[in-house]
C-alpha cells in the first residue's frame, strides 16, 4: 500500500513541475527515475527538474510515509553530495504522510534545501493550475534557484 501512496507522490511532484514549464525526470514519456552513481554507489532520485535555457536543475526526495529507514539528516547529507555531483541549484525534499520535526527541517534549510509539506505541494499545484508555466519562476524562487 504505501509504495503505491509512494508512487502516486512522486508522479504528483514531477507532473507539478512538469506542468510548471521544466523538463523532468520521470516523465509522461518515460517512467524511470533518474540514477546516479557516486562512489560506486547507485541512488535513484525521485525527481530532476531542469530548464536549460535558464540553466536551473532541481533534485528532490518524496516520501509520502513515515521515514523509518534512515534518519532525514542522513538524506540531507547524501542528496548534499548528489546536489554537488550533479551541480544541482537546489534540493527539494516533499513529504506528505508524515510532518518532519521542526529541526530536521531546520538542518535542510543549513544546506540551502527546501521542505514541502503536504499543504505547500497543493499550495504550488495551485499556483501552477492558476498561471500554468509562469509558475516555474515562483518556484525558482522559493527554492532559491537562481539562474545562471
Not at 525526470?25 to 560506486?40: C, F, H, L, M, R
Not at 547507485?42 to 510515509?65: F, P, V
Not at 535542510?108 to 509562469?134: F, H, P
Amino acid at each position: 500500500m504505501s509504495s503505491n501512496k509512494g508512487a502516486a507522490l512522486n508522479k504528483r511532484v514531477w507532473e507539478l513541475f512538469s506542468r510548471a514549464g521544466f523538463d523532468t525526470q520521470p516523465n509522461s514519456s518515460d517512467p524511470n527515475e533518474k540514477e546516479v552513481t557516486i562512489a560506486g554507489k547507485k541512488r535513484t532520485l525521485d525527481l530532476l527538474a531542469k530548464d536549460e535555457a535558464l540553466g536551473i536543475k532541481i533534485i528532490g526526495w518524496n516520501k509520502s510515509g513515515a521515514n523509518k529507514d534512515v534518519s532525514f539528516s542522513t538524506h540531507v547529507n547524501d542528496y548534499a553530495v548528489i546536489k554537488k555531483h550533479l551541480k544541482a541549484d537546489a534540493v527539494l525534499y516533499v513529504s506528505t504522510g508524515y510532518e518532519l520535526l521542526a529541526d530536521d527541517i531546520a538542518y535542510a534549510k543549513t544546506k540551502g534545501d527546501s521542505v514541502w509539506n503536504k499543504d505547500q505541494l497543493e499550495y504550488y499545484e495551485a499556483i501552477v493550475n492558476a498561471v500554468g508555466k509562469w509558475a516555474k519562476y515562483e518556484i525558482i524562487h522559493a527554492l532559491g534557484a537562481c539562474p545562471t
